[in-house]
């Protein structure tokens, strides 16, 4: 598993570093200067007419309700319950005073200031939290603990000790009710069966969106799969494995840790990761002279006013505020902007061109899509944000 995040981190989709031909006419038209620079290398696959079954992922009662009470959650309140018994993972308000031998020491009181913690997780010495399992609210009793030898106070290392303890309340969530007065008080909605629709409509819709990004992600990559690359830009390839290096290795220093420590945690060796690089390098820039070459044949276009919009997205899911700021983080050049715009333009395009099979029938996939002007798909924006993140 970790190898599997590693490799997704090492391929990093929007941190591209292509430095090779970024030269004035790169800089002036990088598509142009992408399909030149690959079409001659690429004997494609098909990627018309590519037939498939599509992607249908139900949305059941169950996700419906599921979304539902998550949105309550957001309606709730923590309450202090007096009565009941305390067990194992309840949030409760204690007090305390703590003797050793009979004197208190110093940090071992709440001073009738009151704490929160969590039965079984507090972080408190020894069997702290176990003791007050089965008292209720109001109670008073002692609980007896050993410190650790080694606890790092020498006036408590290795000393037993016994807490005074008050159990004040034990903490309860309490949720929103679900009626139609709730509803219309807090929606657009007068009713709950009106809002149960409108949650189930939404989610069947962005479902439906999520499932034919999985569709055209399966056909590119069959294309890819089909296609055969002549000859990889080798300074290209080297350039990407230089700067995918010494970003694992910034990563890396800002633990305090040297980049072969940091593979190891990945479960690499030095070997396997150069391996497990080149071949991640490989497959990104291979998909990169398909999508390239398939937008030589069919004339698919990115103009300025795209890669500036998809430049402003990618700075508001990063959180940066500027181009210079973003490209010295991530390796990006020029060139990257154009290619998320065109990758997305070529990925609609094979999907307005497939085929949809259900049973017998087959009918044309994404008629309504104009592939060739349309903006960035969903897919491309979420996946994106996710690696601005890295």
């Known amino acids: 598993m970790k190898k599997k995040m590693f490799g997704a981190f090492l391929t990093g989709t929007l941190c591209l570093s292509m430095l090779a031909g970024c030269g004035s006419k790169a800089d002036e038209n990088p598509v142009e200067a992408m399909k030149e620079r690959f079409s001659l290398y690429v004997d494609l696959g098909d990627y018309k007419g590519i037939q498939y079954t599509p992607t249908e992922t139900p949305v059941t009662e169950s996700d419906v309700e599921s979304q539902i009470s998550s949105w309550l959650m957001n309606y709730s309140e923590e309450i202090h319950e007096t009565t009941g018994m305390a067990v194992a993972g309840d949030k409760v308000g204690i007090d305390y005073v703590g003797t050793i031998d009979g004197v208190a020491f110093d940090g071992g009181d709440t001073k009738g200031a009151g704490t929160e913690i969590t039965l079984g997780s507090s972080g408190y010495v020894d069997n ?24 790092g106070k020498e006036e408590l290392n290795g000393k037993a000790a016994v807490f005074k303890t008050t159990l004040n309340y034990i903490v309860k969530t309490k949720y929103a009710e679900l009626t139609d007065e709730f509803v219309a008080e807090k929606t657009d909605y007068d009713t709950v069966e009106a809002y149960r629709q409108h949650i189930e409509a939404d989610m069947v819709k962005k479902q439906a969106e999520e499932d034919m990004e999985t569709d055209k992600e399966a056909m590119i990559q ?15 390839m080297k350039d990407r494995i230089a700067n995918r290096t010494k970003q694992l290795e910034a990563t890396a220093n800002s633990y305090n840790i040297p980049l072969e420590q940091y593979i190891m945690i990945y479960g690499y060796t030095a070997e396997s990761f ?117």
Do not use: C, W
């Open 128 to 151: 702290f939290d176990d003791q007050i399992v089965g008292h209720t609210p109001g109670e008073t009793f002692d609980v007896k603990v050993t410190f650790p030898e080694d606890y």
């Open 222 to 236: 069959q294309v890819i799969d089909t296609s055969a690359v002549k000859q990889y830009p080798e300074k290209e």
């Open 274 to 390: 150069q391996e497990e690089i080149k071949t991640s390098t490989e497959s990104y820039i291979k998909r990169k002279m398909v999508v390239a070459s398939i937008a030589a044949k069919e004339g698919i276009e990115v103009s300025k006013a795209e890669a500036d919009a998809k430049i402003q997205e990618i700075l508001k899911a990063s959180g940066i505020t500027d181009v210079n700021t973003l490209n010295s983080a991530y390796g990006y050049t020029n060139e990257d902007y154009y290619y998320i715009v065109l990758e997305t333009k070529v990925m609609d395009f094979i999907y307005s061109n497939a085929v949809a099979k259900s049973g017998s029938d087959t009918t044309e996939a994404g008629s309504a899509e104009d592939t060739t002007t349309e903006g960035t798909s969903g897919e491309a924006a979420s996946t994106e944000a996710s690696s601005a993140e890295e």
